[in-house]
Structures are given as C-alpha cells and as structure tokens.
C-alpha cells in the first residue's frame, strides 16, 4: 500500500490526471533476465528437494558474470545470495558442480546467515546495497528463514505485511529480489495455487515462478512463471545430473496441451463405449456409468456430466454411433445406436 509521505498534510489525495499522465517519460522496467525475470519482488516455488537452490544459483552466476539463463540474457551486475539452509562448504560443493570456478564469479557475494524480516534483514540489505550499489540481483534462500513476523489469525494479513517490508528493498533500489519458497502437497490445477501459505503472497509479489515434477525421481519438470509486467511462460526443463542444471528443452502450448488431453479423453470413451454397445442401448445415466465402469474400473465418469460428454463427442458421429436423450421421459433416458451404412 503506497501512503502519502506528509502525514501532517490534510487528507487528500495525490491525484494525476490522464493528460498529464501519458505525457511523462519513465525509466523503462529493468531486467535481471531479459523478458522473464524484471526488476521487482517475485517468488521462484516448488517442493523440497525439487531443484530450486540449483536453479537460484545458476541464476545468480549468470547475471554475476553476464551470461544467459538458456536463451535470455543476462543483465550482468553484483548479485547477493543469502543461502540460509547452507554452510560455505555446501555452498563450494556446489559450484563447483555447476562449473562456476571456470569463469569470474567475484560480483557473486554469498552469504549463509541473515537477521529476520522484522529483526534487521531490511537495514542489512541496504547496508549492503549501499556498499554494492550495482546490484542486479538478491536471492533469499528460503523465504520461511527470515520469517520472524508474530502471526496472528489472519494469515493473508501476514502474508502481505511480510511481502510488503521486503517490497521496500525493491522500492527504493532498481533490482530483483527473488524469494525461494515452499509449495503445498495439495496438487492444483492452477500452479499459483500450491503456493504454501494464503493467496497474501501471490497478490503482493510481481511475479510467480513455479517449478512442479510430474514425479519425485525423474528429472522433467515444468517452470511456470506468472508475471504482473510481463507475459506468462510455461518452459519444458530437463535436470542434468552431471553439470547440475536445469536444461531448457521446449516451451508448452497451453491451448495445443488442452486439446490434446481433450482429444485422447474423448478417443478413451468412445473406445469404450464402442467396445460396450452391440446394436442399441437405452438407460439411464447412472446405469451407463455402471455399465462402463464393470468394463474399466478407472472409469470415473459422473452421472450428470456422461450425457454431455458423449453429445459433445466428435467421435460417435464420426463412427456412425448416434447419442439421442429423450427429455421427457421421467428417467430422462439415453439412447445409443449404432447405424448401419
């Protein structure tokens, strides 16, 4: 929330209007990594041990030496890395991992201790700022360390006063102050979702990078990232155990992927209603739920979605099978015919 600096002024507000507006010139939006990743207040999320500390330090030597992170470059400047969950042996263990030795990684200040949000985290970092005034970048490794904040029943307000303290970094220096955080075991169709904690954090923040494994053990994963300035991006990335980096392999179409998931969903029920039907069949919804389920288990269609699904289905027609439901009727019957040319 932005309050009027003059607290002793009459309670008015600062107003512009839109003439006047659109004839200012302002400094365009500063970039860490070009066109993903802004000058702001963003959060990089997964699960534990998914590979979030990897991808924040190879993130941190890019723009220490200028580099690119896949095919975005790098704004190259001095980055602070606050490995809160590392001693300084992990810490060389693991750029030593990711090849950092071999190039100039002196911007790259690191540091495995820190005071809490409301502790001296805010003085420190513009201490530090005021010593390293070509700051690109600061990494905080992991957001639930600096958290001293008494909380209270309202989580959300918790949220977004911690949010709020760390925006007064970004506020008054031109950088990226990107927050390392947990998500939830609660799977979500909407990846800002799993996001521990209340909805506080994504509203306050400028971005959202959310990194998800389809399984524990394998090395594919998908980065979404949701930025309030930017456009979103959905990359393929693949871990590479040997170098210890996150790969870029492919980006996903969001709308080619629902189609597809929509299209082999709709091929899987007319299989097996292809496989069920003789000549005709007329029932009820709730029994053609049964009797597709007595063939495959797994078929978890419910009764008050089945009718749609099988009108909306291309398929059926396509095979001469048609689908009537007869609307009067009291069972409101359905009826599947297959036709003979």
């Known amino acids: 929330m ?18 006047t507006l659109m004839a200012q010139e302002y400094e365009p939006l500063g970039f860490a990594v070009d066109k993903i990743l802004p000058h702001g207040l963003f959060i990089l999320a997964g699960s534990g041990k998914i590979g979030k500390s990897w991808l924040s330090l190879d993130l941190c030597v890019n723009v220490a030496t200028g580099g690119s992170l896949w095919e975005f470059s790098s704004a190259q400047g001095d980055v602070l890395y606050l490995a809160l969950e590392d001693n ?11 090849k950092a030795a071999e190039v100039d990684i002196s911007r790259l200040k690191l540091t495995t201790a820190s005071f ?29 360390r600096i958290r001293d904040t008494e909380f209270d029943k309202n989580i959300y307000a918790c949220d977004y006063r911690d949010m709020t303290a760390l925006r007064g970094i970004t506020d008054k220096h031109k950088l990226t102050l990107l927050l390392v955080h947990h998500t939830r075991k609660m799977s979500d169709p909407d990846p800002l979702n799993t996001l521990s904690g209340s909805m506080g954090l994504v509203g306050s923040v400028d ?19 949701a930025n309030r300035d930017t456009e979103g991006f959905c990359f393929k990335l693949r871990f590479d155990p040997d170098d210890c980096k996150w790969l870029f392999t492919g980006s996903f179409d969001a709308l080619a992927e629902k189609k597809a998931e929509q299209a082999e969903k709709d091929e899987w029920l007319f299989l097996l209603v292809d496989k069920f039907l003789k000549d005709e069949w007329s029932g009820t919804a709730t029994e053609l739920c049964a009797a597709l389920k007595a063939l495959d288990p797994n078929a978890g269609i419910a009764p008050n979605t089945i009718t749609k699904k099988l009108e909306d289905n291309g398929l059926f027609k396509e095979n001469n099978i048609v689908v009537a439901r007869d609307r009067d009727s009291k069972n409101r019957a359905i009826t599947i015919t297959r036709m003979t040319a």
């Open 207 to 225: 971005g959202v990078f959310v990194l998800e494994k389809d399984t524990r053990t394998g090395l594919d994963a998908k980065l979404t990232i």
């Open 88 to 98: 300084r042996p992990r810490l060389q263990d693991r750029l030593n991992k990711i």
């Open 2 to 19: 932005n309050e009027p600096t003059n607290q002793t002024a009459p309670k008015v507000f600062d107003i512009i209007d839109g003439n």
């Open 116 to 144: 809490g949000i409301n502790s001296g985290l805010i003085e420190q970092a513009h201490n530090h700022l005021a010593e390293y005034p070509d700051t690109k970048l600061i990494i905080i490794d992991t957001l639930e």
